[in-house]
């Protein structure tokens, strides 16, 4: 493994205002060439639902950034980003980071602990639980149960201090409003198109492309280790999914050093990748094994 100096790591690690706008413009033009496309009457509506599901799932790969501190210099705006981009697909901020962190700091151990749990889709579970977790049925289940939790004012997790949970508490009482709101609309124009617009896109997208992301992360890797080269994999994906999936396919890289932007995290696989142990040159590859 080549040695990294620390000045490159310096150099490319942390917040950059510029760079993090640039994807949130993208992120955002998604977002509206989706609307407009689902409003159309014609087929080009079936485009707009693949376009936002897509969307809603490059959001949460680009909160994954916010929460580790590699988007905007500002800490207000990144909570108020971070928030907006997870909301699709109801993931609060607060919590998702709360718990990543965790992850990061117990990952390989018994303490490890993750907002999305994909540690049921291996060969022993049925194909049920399979598909539940494909699309994501569990995380709707835990966000029903963390807004019951929010209603009632008490901590959403013992794991998390006060200020923590006060802040995970809001969200979900935000997330709460634009739910109303989206229903109210709705039946003030008597049309399920503005609840539809955001339903249909979360359930049949972008629920089962985020699992696609994310579960190759620790997948069939050692879990009883602690050696990031063991417990976790990487990627060599395309251009197109490196951006798509802002650099989540080098996650060895990011869990050694996690404070580097993703889209530097190229720079560190070259030094490093010979000593990764779980590698696949593509998805495609990865996912072909894995059946």
Same mark, same amino acid.
């Given at each position: ?14 917040? *950059? ?25 014609s087929y080009l ?15 949460? /790969? ?21 928030? =907006? ?17 965790v992850h990061h ?17 291996? &060969? ?8 539940? *977790? ?7 289940? /835990? ?59 979360? *359930? ?9 992301? /994310?579960?190759? &992360?620790?997948?069939? *890797?050692?879990? &009883?280790?602690?050696?990031?080269? /063991? ?21 060895? &890289? ?11 995290l190229s720079i ?19 996912? =072909?094994?894995?059946?």
């Amino acid at each position: 493994m080549t040695k990294i100096e620390t000045s490159q790591l310096i150099k490319i690690s942390g917040a *950059c205002n510029k760079a993090f706008s640039i994807k949130i413009s993208i992120y955002l033009s998604m977002m509206s060439l989706g609307g407009v496309l689902f409003f159309q009457d014609s087929y080009l509506s079936y485009i707009g639902i693949l376009v936002l599901g897509f969307s809603f799932a490059h959001g949460v /790969e680009l909160q994954h950034q916010v929460l580790h501190g590699g988007a905007f210099t500002n800490a207000k705006l990144n909570r108020i980003t971070g928030f =907006l981009l997870g909301a699709p697909m109801l993931v609060a901020y607060s919590n998702y980071q709360a718990s990543h962190l965790v992850h990061h700091a117990k990952v390989g151990t018994e303490g490890d602990t993750e907002f999305f749990e994909f540690n049921t889709l291996d &060969e022993n579970t049925t194909w049920i639980t399979k598909l539940s *977790c494909f699309f994501l049925i569990s995380h709707y289940f /835990e966000f029903t149960k963390r807004l019951i939790k929010a209603l009632s004012g008490k901590s959403i997790s013992p794991k998390f201090n006060k200020l923590t949970n006060n802040k995970i508490r809001d969200e979900y009482l935000m997330m709460l409003t634009l739910i109303v709101v989206s229903v109210s609309v709705s039946i003030y124009f008597d049309s399920l198109s503005h609840l539809l617009v955001w339903l249909l896109p979360l *359930c049949l997208i972008a629920a089962p492309i985020h699992t696609l992301i /994310e579960f190759p &992360e620790h997948f069939g *890797c050692n879990n &009883e280790s602690e050696d990031i080269f /063991e417990n976790t994999r990487s990627i060599r994906a395309s251009s197109f999914m490196v951006w798509y999936t802002n650099g989540n396919n080098y996650h060895v &890289e990011h869990h050694m050093y996690p404070l580097v932007r993703p889209e530097k995290l190229s720079i560190l696989h070259r030094r490093i990748n010979s000593n990764i142990v779980n590698i696949n040159v593509s998805y495609s590859e990865f996912f =072909l094994e894995s059946i």
